[in-house]
Structure formats: C-alpha cells, structure tokens
Nanobody, 120 residues
Framework: QVQLVESGGGLVQAGGSLRLSCAASGTIDSIYVMDWYRQAPGKQRDLVAIIHSGGSTTYADSVKGRFTISRDNGKNTVYLQMNSLKSEDTAVYYC??????????????WGQGTQVTVSS
C-alpha cells in the first residue's frame, strides 16, 4: 500500500513561518491529488489546501494568501509553506493522497499527522 510520512511541524511564534513536507512511498503508479487537512482540539478535520497532478490548487478561505501548496511529482512529495501564522492555525496537520497503485487499484491514504503550534 501507500505510506505518507509528514515532517516539518513544530512550535512557532505568531507571524512566523513553517514548511510541512509529506512524502508518499509504495507501489505507486500515479497520484491524482494530494492535500493537507488540519484538526484542532475538539473540532472536525478541515481541508486546508489541495493540489492536483496538473498543478491546479484550491485553498480554504482562512489560509488564502498565507499558505502555498506545491508538489514534486517526481518525488511523490507535497509541501505546505505556511507564512504569517496565527494562533488559530494551531492544529494537527494531516497529509492525504489519492491515486492508483501499480496493480491498477485505487488508493486513498492518510499520514499520521504533524503538530503545528503557533504561540501568540
């Protein structure tokens, strides 16, 4: 199957920046979409940003103009550059991907999550 491994979370002051990375590994033929979700304590998991294989992107209104999602198709890796961080960005950030395995089967995989804490 497909494993997603996130990195780059941590503690940062308000106004600071962090860059999250998520690398997909396994018997992957192609990845259709990669995205980032986040979940704050006591809240539902919400979509932050999505990027399709062709490069088109969509962002949650709350992060537009501050976050940038990008991907390296050759490395099966997605990034989330987070600037001008606010305390309300504090959450566990999850990487997610959908695509096709080498055997033709569809996959839908999640990472284990990485904590982002923004101090005010």
């Amino acid at each position: 199957q497909v494993q997603l491994v996130e990195s780059g979370g941590g503690l940062v002051q308000a106004g600071g920046s962090l860059r999250l990375s998520c690398a997909a590994s396994g018997t992957i033929d192609s990845i259709y979409v990669m995205d980032w979700y986040r979940q704050a304590p006591g809240k539902q998991r919400d979509l932050v940003a999505i990027i399709h294989s062709g490069g088109s992107t969509t962002y949650a209104d709350s992060v537009k103009g501050r976050f940038t999602i990008s991907r390296d198709n050759g490395k099966n890796t997605v990034y989330l550059q987070m600037n001008s961080l606010k305390s309300e960005d504090t959450a566990v950030y999850y990487c997610h991907a959908q695509g096709r395995l080498a055997d033709g089967k569809f996959f839908n995989s999640w990472g284990q999550g990485t904590q982002v804490t923004v101090s005010s």
